[in-house]
């Protein structure tokens, strides 16, 4: 059976800050159950760079910005025959919920970024071994509480970041569906077209082809070379098929 490999490439600055928040809290919720020095070092440095991550302009503006343009997007198919009226209106709901909530809540990450321990850790994590227990004891010792209170603190981290998840998670998710993958092809290893003001370029690849994609591109122009995976003895073909959708 083929297994195929799903790549993306951010077409302007917002979006490339939009993925990897996405990415940081996918990593966050794969290691929030912290049992030892290694997954505890996971998750912190995780949380550190995710801190870091909003720090950078107007995000919270942005994404509202999004959501809005989503529901306006929305109200363009009532007037579309045959269109599914009551999925239109539970999306620009549930846009309409996730704007409110993401006005109303605290800045972004506040709750980590006021805590004594991850502030504790984060001021250590740019130093080679810097967590070691005689470095950070108050980690050491929390890493020795209960389980359940481990739990219980990394649950409330979690939920303070809900507003920021959701939002993000449903602007993505319309954005992504907004446009089927297409068949393409590139000549000797090279592809390019127009983006027409899009924010996402989605890619598969067959993985038995051992190539990957070198993107380059923004809001108006883009090109994908194509490249093997063993630099020394891979081949690139002449015609290469793969799927495509710029969103």
Aim: some cysteine; proline content about 4%; glycine content about 4%.
């Amino acid at each position: 059976m083929s297994t195929t490999v799903l790549f993306e490439h951010p077409l302007n600055e917002k979006m490339r800050t939009w993925l990897r928040i996405e990415f940081l809290l996918s990593q966050l919720e794969s290691s929030r159950s912290i049992t030892n020095p290694v997954s505890a070092l996971t998750f912190f440095r995780n949380a550190a760079e995710l801190l870091d991550v909003f720090e950078r302009g107007e995000l919270r503006t942005e994404i509202v910005k999004e959501l809005e343009k989503q529901q306006q997007k929305l109200r363009s198919w009532v007037e579309v025959p045959g269109v599914d009226m009551e999925l239109v209106n539970t999306l620009r709901e549930n846009l309409k919920a996730r704007s409110t909530e993401l006005m109303a809540a605290p800045r972004m990450g506040q709750l980590l970024r006021e805590d004594r321990l991850i502030s504790l850790v984060r001021q250590r994590l740019s130093i080679p071994g810097g967590c070691c227990s005689f470095d950070l004891p108050t980690l050491h010792i929390w890493l020795h509480i209960a389980q359940e209170k481990r739990d219980l603190q990394v649950a409330q981290w979690m939920n303070s970041l809900a507003p920021i998840r959701e939002a993000l998670t449903l602007i993505l998710d319309l954005l992504r569906q907004s446009v089927n993958f297409r068949n393409q092809t590139s000549l000797n290893g090279f592809y390019q077209d127009n983006a027409e003001g899009a924010d996402l370029l989605r890619l598969q690849l067959m993985l038995e082809d051992s190539l990957y994609p070198q993107i380059s591109g923004h809001k108006s122009r883009y090109a994908i070379r194509f490249l093997p995976l063993d630099s020394e003895h891979g081949e690139v073909p002449a015609r290469l098929d793969f799927q495509l959708a710029c969103c």
